[in-house]
């Protein structure tokens, strides 16, 4: 995964983490404030609606005391008591005429025409809201039944309460407004810093990963679960990497141990060879000695080289290296070999290409990948090594016709000691791929392989592109 994508998915999690934040938030507040303004609203409307059943029962008893006439005169005090013709009346008879009432000028935006009761007969009341405009935009309306036959409609104007909650949920839509920005901005921060610290574990395993052992995660002294985390990851990796210095020590000091005795049988063997009079079969031997201490001396100086690219690249020189030139070098020296199976190996090139590696293990690496393509090439068959630039990667491909790799040996080539079918009948110890593959992963690159069994086998590496300019290390001539 490159650097640039691996900030995209952080700000990708540290935006899921905010959205989730301020839609919580969000969510939450919209149903309290839904739930406050139902509230309210529900709270003004019943001050109202008991307002008008008070007066309504206040002009029954009026009715009863002194009949139609009390009731005109206690409702017309009322009316103008109010001050700002916020109320109205209408009393109504059986035949639906309008009886008495109050100065209806002020309220031309309501058609009251079309709010003429009708009469059941019974002693029943019922609330109405009546839309118009202007200053009498809603008006709250109790149309009752004061007595047999006569009706009374009681009107309040509620407009102010209509538009003091219009400018309540305009203030109530402004903080919220305000209080989700807040809370994205610190949900962000809140995401980013939980996500930072997951990036710092994240690079730590991936410098791992690619082999650098000595890599651990910065704990920050917080007592929070992120820190224990961290301090656990550590000592996790401390105790893995204890194991697998005792484990590369092992093996480096079995190798090394059984180089000497193995170069001393040698010795005796070639001593053996060297001596007049010696049988036939006694120099046979002898000569089958030398062969077989060759391969076991050949295989443990593999191993030790893929321990050393493995664990001790840092110590290697790098500087720009032209890999044209390293790749041409290489072609000549397999031509000989390739020769004698009438099989030619071409280069094709754009130019010079500059990567910065080590030029030795460069060389070596490269020479195990031609010589394997070599190796595995039928009679009469071309090798052909391509060299691209891809942006800041330089890219060297090594194709030859052949065999192939079944699709189940595939994944396992770069193993140490793998060999697949097809190479079980050629020489070899099954370390070249294996040493290629490390060193190339010690010069931060990447090398893969695609098959098509039958047909052909293609190596391709990637390396990073030099990005200093200095002398490049001349390519030093091998054989």
Same mark, same amino acid.
């Given at each position: 995964?490159?650097? +640039?994508?691996?900030p995209?998915?952080?700000?990708?999690?540290?935006?899921r983490?905010?959205?989730?934040?301020?839609?919580?938030?969000?969510?939450?507040?919209?149903?309290?404030?839904?739930?406050?303004?139902?509230?309210? #609203?529900?709270v003004?409307?019943?001050?109202?609606?008991?307002?008008?059943?008070e007066?309504?029962? &206040?002009?029954?008893?009026?009715?009863?005391?002194?009949?139609?006439l009390?009731?005109?005169?206690?409702?017309?005090?009322?009316?103008?008591e109010?001050?700002?013709?916020?109320?109205?009346?209408?009393?109504?008879?059986?035949a639906g005429?309008?009886?008495?009432?109050?100065?209806?000028?002020?309220?031309?935006?309501?058609?009251?025409?079309?709010?003429i009761?009708?009469?059941?007969?019974?002693?029943?009341?019922?609330?109405?809201?009546?839309?118009?405009?202007?200053?009498?935009?809603s008006v709250?309306?109790?149309?009752?039944?004061?007595?047999?036959g006569?009706?009374?409609?009681?009107?309040? /104007?509620? !407009?102010?309460?209509?538009?003091?909650?219009?400018?309540?949920?305009?203030?109530?839509?402004?903080?919220? &407004?305000?209080?989700?920005?807040?809370?994205?901005?610190?949900?962000?921060?809140?995401?980013?810093?939980?996500?930072?610290?997951?990036?710092?574990?994240?690079?730590?395993?991936?410098?791992?990963?690619?082999g650098?052992?000595?890599?651990?995660?910065?704990?920050t002294?917080?007592g929070?679960?992120?820190?224990?985390?961290?301090?656990?990851? #550590?000592?996790?990796?401390?105790?893995?990497?204890?194991?697998?210095?005792?484990?590369?020590?092992t #093996?480096d /000091?079995?190798?090394? +141990?059984?180089?000497?005795?193995?170069?001393?049988?040698? &010795?005796?063997? +070639?001593?053996?060879?060297?001596?007049?009079?010696v049988?036939?079969?006694?120099?046979?031997?002898?000569?089958?000695?030398?062969?077989?201490?060759?391969?076991l001396?050949e !295989?443990? %100086?593999g191993?030790?080289?893929?321990?050393?690219?493995?664990?001790?690249?840092?110590?290697?020189?790098?500087?720009?290296?032209?890999? +044209?030139?390293?790749?041409?070098?290489?072609?000549e020296?397999?031509?000989?070999?390739?020769?004698?199976?009438?099989?030619?190996?071409?280069?094709?090139?754009?130019g010079?290409?500059?990567?910065?590696?080590?030029?030795?293990?460069?060389?070596?690496?490269?020479? %195990?990948?031609?010589?394997n393509?070599?190796k595995?090439?039928?009679?009469?068959?071309?090798?052909i090594?391509?060299?691209?630039?891809?942006?800041?990667?330089?890219?060297?491909?090594v194709? #030859?016709?052949?065999p192939?790799?079944?699709?189940?040996?595939?994944?396992?080539?770069?193993?140490?000691?793998?060999?697949g079918?097809?190479s079980?009948?050629?020489?070899?110890?099954?370390?070249?791929?294996?040493?290629?593959?490390?060193?190339?992963?010690?010069?931060s690159?990447?090398?893969?392989? !695609?098959?098509?069994?039958?047909?052909? !086998?293609?190596?391709?590496?990637?390396?990073?592109?030099?990005?200093?300019s200095?002398?490049?290390?001349?390519p030093?001539?091998?054989?």
């Open positions: 995964m490159s650097s +640039e994508t691996r995209r998915l952080s700000r990708r999690l540290a935006w983490l905010t959205l989730w934040y301020g839609g919580i938030l969000i969510l939450s507040l919209a149903v309290s404030f839904v739930v406050f303004f139902v509230v309210v #609203n529900s003004m409307r019943h001050r109202t609606d008991t307002w008008l059943m007066e309504a029962h &206040g002009t029954q008893d009026a009715l009863r005391r002194g009949g139609r009390a009731v005109t005169q206690e409702l017309m005090q009322e009316t103008t109010s001050g700002n013709n916020d109320i109205f009346f209408r009393i109504f008879d059986t005429q309008l009886l008495e009432g109050s100065d209806l000028r002020s309220w031309q935006q309501i058609n009251f025409e079309s709010h009761p009708a009469l059941t007969g019974e002693r029943e009341s019922s609330f109405q809201t009546w839309v118009g405009n202007g200053p009498h935009s709250r309306v109790l149309t009752t039944s004061l007595a047999p006569v009706v009374l409609q009681l009107g309040f /104007n509620e !407009t102010e309460d209509v538009r003091l909650m219009a400018r309540s949920e305009r203030l109530a839509a402004l903080i919220m &407004g305000v209080l989700v920005l807040m809370a994205v901005l610190v949900g962000w921060g809140t995401a980013r810093r939980a996500v930072g610290d997951v990036e710092l574990l994240t690079a730590a395993a991936r410098d791992i990963a690619s650098k052992w000595d890599t651990r995660v910065p704990v002294p917080r929070d679960e992120i820190e224990q985390l961290a301090v656990t990851f #550590n000592i996790m990796i401390d105790r893995v990497n204890a194991i697998l210095t005792t484990m590369r020590q #093996n /000091n079995i190798a090394h +141990e059984l180089r000497s005795p193995i170069a001393r049988m040698r &010795g005796w063997a +070639e001593t053996t060879l060297m001596r007049p009079n049988e036939a079969h006694a120099r046979d031997m002898a000569a089958t000695t030398v062969e077989a201490c060759d391969r001396l !295989t443990i %100086n191993m030790l080289d893929i321990a050393e690219a493995e664990t001790r690249s840092d110590a290697w020189p790098m500087g720009p290296v032209d890999l +044209e030139a390293v790749l041409r070098d290489a072609c020296l397999f031509d000989p070999v390739a020769e004698q199976k009438n099989i030619s190996i071409r280069l094709e090139s754009p010079p290409c500059m990567v910065n590696a080590n030029l030795h293990q460069l060389q070596r690496a490269l020479a %195990n990948i031609i010589d393509a070599v595995y090439a039928p009679q009469g068959a071309a090798v090594v391509l060299l691209n630039r891809a942006g800041p990667q330089i890219v060297a491909t194709k #030859n016709p052949g192939g790799i079944l699709p189940a040996d595939l994944p396992h080539i770069f193993e140490r000691f793998f060999r079918e097809a079980r009948t050629v020489s070899g110890s099954g370390l070249g791929l294996s040493l290629a593959h490390a060193i190339i992963q010690a010069h690159g990447t090398i893969k392989a !695609t098959s098509m069994p039958g047909q052909w !086998t293609e190596f391709t590496l990637c390396l990073p592109a030099a990005t200093v200095q002398t490049p290390t001349a030093a001539r091998q054989g």
